[in-house]
């Protein structure tokens, strides 16, 4: 009986084992496939928004790009321009954002982009390294094997009935001390 529930326990813990592990890695494949994804759809809206401001770079003549987001001064202009707000993109000029609209579509794979997927994929092949052993889990440690007895135990009736002669004086003795407590006083 012992080693059919030993041999039950081990398949119940190895399944148990099992199930959570492949629902871990179930899990990280569907979050590191949904990054790729959304990668692949970012990459592709971006490629969208340079090809608009390529348009209008080239409408406007802009090929290098403009310096701090404003023309060349002029002879004899003078002064500091500091600019704190975010350039349009058509300022990068047509050449700069031709080159990176073309590297954005030759690109093979966004994984190197992707942020978080390494650490996602190293879970994984941790994941997929975990291999249970069923041979070597013990549930239970057999310290000694059990055995019959060699003769019956009985209740030893001498130390039974000194104690309840014991327990039954000290019982009379306590009943008549309340019983005298409890008693109204006589009168001379």
Excluded: C, W
Excluded at 59 to 76: C, T
């Amino acid at each position: 009986f012992l080693a059919y529930a030993a041999q039950r326990s081990v398949a119940d813990m190895a399944a148990t084992v099992n199930n959570s592990i492949a629902v871990s890695r179930q899990e990280l494949e569907v979050r590191i496939a949904g990054m790729r994804e959304f990668a692949a759809a970012r990459r592709g809206d971006r490629i969208t928004v340079l090809r608009e401001a390529l348009v209008i770079a080239e409408r406007l003549g802009i090929s290098d790009g403009v310096a701090g987001g404003r023309a060349p001064l002029q002879s004899g202009e003078r002064g500091v321009a500091v600019n704190t707000a975010q350039l349009p993109l058509y300022t990068r000029g047509s050449a700069a954002l031709g080159a990176e609209i073309a590297a954005l579509e030759s690109r093979e794979s966004d994984d190197p982009f992707i942020s978080g997927l390494r650490d996602l994929q190293e879970q994984l092949a941790r994941l997929n390294a975990v291999a249970v052993e069923a041979d070597k889990v013990r549930p239970y440690t057999l310290d000694q094997a059990a055995h019959a007895p060699d003769k019956a135990v009985s209740p030893k009736r001498a130390l039974v009935i000194i104690g309840a002669l014991v327990a039954g004086l000290f019982l009379g003795l306590m009943a008549a001390l309340l019983r005298s407590q409890l008693r109204a006083p006589r009168e001379p």
